[in-house]
């Protein structure tokens, strides 16, 4: 009774296992199919013949474990060469599917004939069945055919050894293993002479292998299937490694490209090198950097390679990793030529704009010379002021942070400086001209020269130069006669509410009119001037600006 409840689980638990493979395997292989539905069927006859009723019943139970002990050594040897990476001798599964084939005939025409079973009878026996026979002449077959693949299973194992830098040694002796075992479960039965059969629980025992290393071998059959995909593919290439880190395979493109691959060995983890290979790629691969989606493009022997990880998963397990060469070359040397031809026009174009801007330039200067030869009271006072304004913006770049400015800034208020003064050009000349102090008509056509700066600057620099320093230097044309206490000219606007570019050229315009001698006064010395402008903080200029000015006193006296 214990042996035909022993039966009985080894049968449930081949159903439990097949039924794990197909649930966990939403891809099944339909070899893989085949071999678990033959272990099935052998664990089914036998336990139908251990709780036989009749001789009928046996001989059903009797065909059932013929049937997989006879086709399943051969899917299982043919599991072995699909393992690595081989296709098994056509010619061999013809001949051992035939060879297989006769005997299951053979064991079919029992009480027909007696070249398989002279005879056989049904003992019942502490619970359980079993057939007592008399072998025919024939029945040797089965003996050499269980002897032709052990032979088969040692010679197999050998050459993966022997092969071990192409073949997954580790996975070979794994599956070759669990042939020996049906081997030699059926080498102990004909020894022994037991009335039960040890294979059925030896083929239980391969569908615990083929479950352990089913996501193995669908590593090396993704490595199949990429081939198939990609070997006639002249830019890719791949190299395949387990879920920890151990090389499984690559193809020929990637050995063909990098030679040292062919030293590396089934199974191991990459040696560690100086190679470009190693360093590029093996390296971006264990650094994880992929797994952030990003990409890599290397250059190796002015190649350059497009270099990608995929995670191979086998339902929901993860069974390995891909590494993707793709070879840009073609691409990067066309996205280069563009690159360079771009960098040309872009050094070309900022050639040309420098002239333009030169130009410009030139002709701002040319027009504040012009002014100041119509103006009696003005002689040197742009390149005066500009000089003041360049050595202002020196002393505040120290307080870039508490006045909110940049040094950007101060270079832009420095270029701007000369163009204080251009509305002058659309006075009448005999106001400019006068002698003497004005009369208020005078003086209020004067003032026009604020407005009037803030339209010419306006014009000639829009389009030419960027909108941030147009505004700056129509701010400082038309602002820069404007009063801390909002009674300068020509808008009245007081305080911070004047652009602070405006504020710093008041200083210098106001600085330079002091020290300078005009047609209607005497210079005032140095010490008067700084006196003047001193007194004036808080009510004609800006009294933070205006301290830091007052720190320039020393630098302006050499330099003036």
């Known amino acids: 009774m214990l042996i035909t409840i022993m039966d009985m689980l080894t049968f449930i638990l081949s159903l439990v296992m097949i039924g794990i493979i197909l649930g966990k395997y939403k891809k099944l292989d339909t070899l893989f199919f085949l071999l678990g539905l033959s272990i099935v069927v052998n664990c089914l006859g036998r336990f139908m013949l251990s709780s036989a009723q009749n001789l009928e019943t046996a001989i059903w139970a009797n065909l ?36 297989s084939t006769i005997i299951l005939l053979l064991v079919m025409s029992v009480g027909y004939t007696d070249l398989y079973y002279a005879d056989v009878q049904l003992i019942k026996a502490d619970g359980y069945s079993y057939l007592e026979k008399v072998y025919g002449p024939l029945h040797i077959l089965y003996p050499i055919m269980m002897a032709l693949y052990g032979i088969f299973l040692v010679v197999f194992v050998v050459r993966g050894i022997i092969h071990r830098k192409r073949i997954s040694v580790r996975t070979v002796i794994g599956t ?15 020894i022994i002479d037991l009335n039960i059969t040890l294979m059925s629980l030896g083929y239980l025992i391969v569908m615990v292998f ?16 990429i081939v198939s995909f990609v070997e006639n593919r002249g830019e890719f290439g791949y190299i395949v490694f387990d879920n920890k880190n151990r090389f499984i395979s690559c193809n020929g493109y990637v050995a063909e490209t990098f030679p040292e691959v062919k030293g590396w060995v089934v199974d191991s983890t990459i040696p560690v090198s100086d190679s470009p290979l190693y360093s590029e790629v093996v390296q971006f691969f264990l650094g994880k950097e992929w797994e952030k989606g990003r990409s890599k493009i290397i ?3 002015d190649k350059f390679f497009e270099i990608n990880v995929r995670p191979i998963q086998h339902g929901k397990k993860h069974a390995g990793y891909v590494i993707e060469f793709t070879d840009r070359t073609l691409e990067r040397k066309y996205y280069n030529s563009i ?19 030169h130009i410009k330039d030139m002709m701002v200067l040319g027009m504040a010379d012009m002014v100041e030869s119509r103006d009696n009271n003005t002689g040197g006072h742009i390149k005066r002021t500009s000089a003041i304004v360049k050595i202002f913006a020196e002393k505040l770049r120290s307080h870039c942070t508490e006045l909110g400015i940049s040094e950007k800034f101060l270079k832009q208020v420095e270029k701007a400086a000369p163009m204080h003064d251009l509305g002058k050009i659309a006075i009448d000349d005999a ?6 102090k004005f009369t208020d008509d005078q003086f209020a056509q004067m003032k026009r020269h604020t407005t009037e700066g803030e339209r010419i600057v306006t014009s000639i620099l829009k389009g030419v130069e960027d909108d941030e320093f147009v505004e700056i ?19 009245g606007t007081a305080g911070k509410e004047i652009p602070i570019e405006a504020r710093i050229m008041a200083l210098a315009d106001v600085f330079d ?33 205006g301290r830091v000015f007052l720190e320039c006193r020393e630098e302006l006296i050499k330099s003036l």
């Open 473 to 491: 230097a129509r701010n400082v044309a038309l602002y820069h006669h404007e009063k801390w206490n909002g009674k300068g000219y020509p808008t």
């Open 431 to 436: 106001i400019l001209r006068k002698p003497g």
């Open 299 to 301: 250059n190796i022997d």
């Open 513 to 545: 009119a002091l020290v300078s001698k005009r047609c209607y006064k005497d210079a005032f010395s140095y010490d008067k001037a700084f006196s003047i402008i001193e007194e004036d903080l808080g009510t004609h200029f800006d009294p933070e600006l």
């Open 339 to 357: 690159e360079n031809y771009n960098s040309q026009l872009e050094k070309e174009v900022a050639i040309k704009t420098a002239d333009i801007l």
């Open 176 to 190: 070759g293993a669990t042939g020996l075992v049906i081997i030699s479960a059926y080498i102990i039965e004909q």
């Open 64 to 99: 059932f474990l013929y049937v997989g002990g006879s086709y399943a050594p051969l899917l299982l040897a043919i599991v072995l060469f699909k393992v690595c990476n081989m296709r098994f001798p056509k010619i061999a599964t013809i001949i051992m599917t035939t060879y």
């Open 210 to 225: 083929i479950i352990k290393f089913f996501d193995r071998i669908n590593v090396y059959d993704m490595t199949a299937n």
